[in-house]
């Protein structure tokens, strides 16, 4: 019943900003810790940003001062502004959705399908 969609990947030139889109249309993110991961040809899938439902926010270093994640509860959407994009910023960003303790089943995980962000010059 929850769908997450990604949306604004593309390819850019090094320097440049990409906004980045997760929507959920049938449910409400507000009990849900939600996050940005990436996962880039034959490396692991790597957590860039958290946003948690208390409104804490982590970075991975490698992004720090150039990401904002950013959350809109009453549109059900997750936000991640990319300013000054680098190269090794290119790969296939992944939206999440965690709630630990949903009352009836348990922990929820629920993932998009990944929109591929490309920077090269």
């Known amino acids: 019943q929850v769908q997450l969609v990604e949306s604004g990947g593309g390819l850019v030139q090094p320097g440049e900003s990409l906004r980045l889109s997760c929507a959920a249309p049938n449910a409400i993110f507000s009990l849900y810790d939600l996050a940005w991961y990436r996962q880039a040809p034959e490396n692991q899938r790597e957590s860039v940003a958290r946003i948690t439902a208390n409104g804490d926010i982590q970075y991975a270093d490698s992004v720090k001062g150039r990401f904002t994640i950013t959350r809109d509860n009453a549109k059900n959407t997750l936000y991640l502004q990319m300013n000054n994009l680098k190269p090794e910023d290119t790969a296939e960003y992944y939206c999440?959705?965690?709630?630990?303790?949903?009352?009836?089943?348990?922990?929820?995980?629920?993932w998009g399908q990944g929109t591929q962000v490309t920077v090269s010059s």
């Open positions: 999440n959705a965690h709630f630990e303790q949903h009352p009836l089943i348990g922990p929820v995980d629920y």
